[in-house]
């Protein structure tokens, strides 16, 4: 069996905490690792490691940084399918998946290849009375990311790219789910020529948080997750005088208009609604059809393609998904579909009891639709991260627009319609954060 300790200083070590969490490989229900759970003086170890090699990787023109991302990319390609594989076993998702996680995460180490651009000052003559005015860009120093489980490399990616191409070491809290690519990843960086110590990785629970929210010598932390831990790493770390970012929950809208392209929404929605086992935050989880008659419409083409939604093993070439990532997150996938049934919403495909042929034990659920859920439902309310779409049916276009920006999670929202001015009006009016016009989410 596999067993994960942390990388530190440019190698693997072993926990030393004696404390243990099992890895599990979802398509099967088998557990694949053990991974370390970092104590609080291994996270401060990891730390001041870090502190140690940053000043001289911030003192590295940014040129050279550059080149060391350029390296990266390159082996990040050259071990795609391995990388793919892994992630695939211990998430859940399937191949193609995978691999579009690492290649959405490498893009951002393009991105980050223009450092010697990005990271360009500023210069203002005259600002006062012979006085000129210049503006530098400089590293913070040691800076952490603490990612989720659904996207164990895009995420961390996103955080660390950007931030070790700006002369930061960074400290990599993984999700203790699905360790195994995060650990690839730090010696990809390695063979790339980042020095030790500029990417660390500590494997951990809620003590290797609160240890990195505590310490003194981080000086920003990035966050993604649930929003109830967003709110608690956002509020722990800016007490600590850090600078924080945090990403929480979603409940994604998708407003189809009377006049859209039918087929190409329910496109969109099985895609972005079932994709991944819906295990995204910017999946599309509600569908808004506006007026009785195109929710009828809608319903009459959506039903049959969820019905007919292959699930399979993660490694199968041809699955629409996998299993979800742990039994726990199975069984709360499945109460919010009691929940609703019970709330009074109309349950129009029950994947509830779906079996997978020769992986009995895997940790799969069938696709769930919803139709006539209404606003005070708590599977509209709060985010489900599974196969599971909820149908509103608005009465119209104020009415779509007024769900979508009155809901409690304003990540990215969708406009289905071929009419111009309705998707102008609607974008500029809208308010969420990301806004799709006949695509499921812009990102």
């Not at 490694?315 to 579909?337: E, R």
Request: glycine content about 10%; overall charge negative; charged content about 20%.
């Amino acid at each position: 069996m596999i067993t994960y300790g942390h990388f530190i200083g440019g190698k693997a070590v072993p926990g030393t905490s004696g404390k243990f969490a099992d890895v599990f490989q979802p398509m099967d229900g088998t557990v694949r690792a053990k991974v370390a759970l970092a104590s609080v003086a291994e996270v401060r170890a990891a730390v001041e490691n870090a502190k140690a090699a940053q000043p001289a990787w911030a003192a590295t023109n940014p040129q050279r940084r550059a080149r060391v991302m350029m390296k990266f990319v390159d082996l990040l390609n050259r071990d795609m399918d391995k990388l793919a594989e892994v992630l695939a076993r211990e998430h859940g998702k399937t191949i193609i998946d995978a691999k579009g996680d690492i290649q959405r995460g490498l893009e951002v180490v393009e991105f980050s290849i223009g450092v010697p651009h990005l990271m360009k000052g500023e210069y203002t003559e005259g600002a006062g009375p012979n006085i000129d005015i210049y503006s530098m860009r400089q590293a913070l120093g040691v800076v952490a990311g603490i990612t989720p489980f659904n996207f164990p490399a895009m995420i961390p990616l996103w955080k660390a790219a950007p931030a070790i191409a700006c002369g930061n070491a960074f400290i990599l809290k993984p999700s203790e789910r699905d360790p195994g690519v995060p650990m690839m990843l730090a010696e990809l960086f390695l063979e790339a020529g980042l020095p030790a110590g500029i990417f660390n990785v500590i494997n951990g629970d809620k003590v290797s948080v609160d240890a990195i929210l505590d310490d003194r010598d981080i000086q920003a932390v990035g966050f993604v997750g649930s929003t109830a831990i967003a709110e608690y790493v956002y509020t722990r770390g800016c007490a600590a005088g850090k600078r924080v970012q945090c990403f929480g929950g979603a409940k994604n809208h998708m407003i189809i208009m009377p006049d859209a392209d039918m087929d190409q929404a329910v496109d969109a929605l099985i895609g972005a609604g079932y994709g991944s086992a819906g295990e995204r935050c910017m999946a599309i989880s509600v569908a808004v059809p506006v007026g009785e008659k195109t929710a009828d419409a809608l319903m009459n083409k959506l039903i049959p393609r969820v019905e007919a939604l292959k699930i399979g093993p993660s490694t199968s070439n041809d699955a629409d998904y996998g299993p979800m990532v742990t039994a726990a997150h199975l069984a709360k996938v499945k109460d919010y579909v009691n929940i609703g049934v019970k709330e009074g919403a109309k349950l129009v495909v029950d994947g509830r009891a779906f079996k997978m042929q020769g992986y009995e034990n895997g940790f799969y659920m069938g696709g769930c639709l919803f139709d006539n859920v209404t606003k005070d439902m708590r599977i509209y309310k709060e985010e489900i991260f599974g196969p599971v779409l909820a149908v509103v049916r608005a009465k119209n276009y104020e009415e779509g627009l007024a769900l979508a920006t009155d809901h409690e999670y304003g990540n990215g929202v969708a406009i289905f319609t071929r009419d111009g001015d309705a998707a102008r009006d609607f974008c500029a009016r809208v308010q969420v954060g990301m806004v799709g016009v006949n695509v499921p989410i812009p990102v």
